[in-house]
């Protein structure tokens, strides 16, 4: 998949165009997808970043970095994506200035949206607007039950199956090994330290079955509790892997929450416990 930062990188061409944020390109975005392949042409994606929320004031916590979207985007069958820098500047031009620069500027003929898409200044554009200036609009009804907002709810919960049944695959972390205490290769259980970026989603604490690097992993997701808590960390325990990770990035899948974190009484009731999580995890089964 092409990706371009301005309209001037993409090719001279008629487009299919759909829209929007797609954030963690769960199945109601797949759908707006969908709809724009069966145009028949290739389908080019625009999409903000950083999120409009964030460059608006409020607080949004991401189901997953651009990096990521842009991967999940490709597989979804996105011919290229056009990634605007959404600015304040940006969120006060006026809907139809924003039609006509952006997506006339690079041959739009068929837009397709969720039926809820707004943009320019107070969110004043709208499908309507852009059929009266011109453009094929195709509008995708919303699933119910299906947004973004809906994924985040279950996350903060810790149902990663019910995050998975709407975003159709599991629900991922993605970041970087960084280095930590060390302390899980003491226990026989070495765990990698990931950092994530500060404006990703990370589900309620606790112990997690997942995968990471196609090995099946145990995850903490805490402050470690058992030695006194502190900040967050999220420490995957890849199962069979042996090998130096430090600087990599991981992208972890989460499958089923296994239990809350806690304190134990002595290290080798803690031992036993991750024993009983690393068992547990080997027999979970990847949701979706």
Known sequence: MKVAHRPEELDQAVRTVAI????????GHRRVLDEARAEGMPVTVVTFWP????????????????????????????????VVEFTPELAQREPADFAESLLRRIGTRVIV???????????????????????????????????????????????????????GRPPELDGTVVLGS??????????????????LLVPAYGIYAGSALDHRAAISIGVNPHYGGG????????????????????????????????AFDSEAELVAQIARDVDETRQTERPV
């Open 182 to 199: 060390q302390r899980g290769g003491t226990l026989g259980y070495p765990t990698a330290n990931l950092a994530v970026p500060p404006d």
């Open 51 to 82: 999120h409009p929320r964030l460059v608006l004031g409020n607080r949004v916590e991401l189901l997953s970095t651009l990096e990521r979207r842009l991967e999940l985007l490709a597989e979804a069958g996105a011919a290229e994506t056009l």
């Open 20 to 27: 929007g944020s797609f954030d963690g390109v769960h199945k």
């Open 113 to 167: 949206v969720g039926e809820n898409f707004r943009f320019g200044r107070a969110a004043a554009g709208d499908p309507a607007l852009l059929e009266q200036l011109g453009f094929e609009v195709r509008t995708v009804p919303l699933v119910e039950g299906i947004s973004s907002s809906d994924v985040r709810a279950l996350l903060h919960a810790g149902d990663v199956v019910g995050a998975a049944r709407l975003l």
């Open 231 to 262: 900040e967050r960390r999220i420490e995957p325990h890849l199962l069979d892997f042996e090998g130096d990770l430090y600087g990599r990035r991981l992208l972890v899948e989460l499958w089923r929450r296994l239990r809350d974190e806690r």
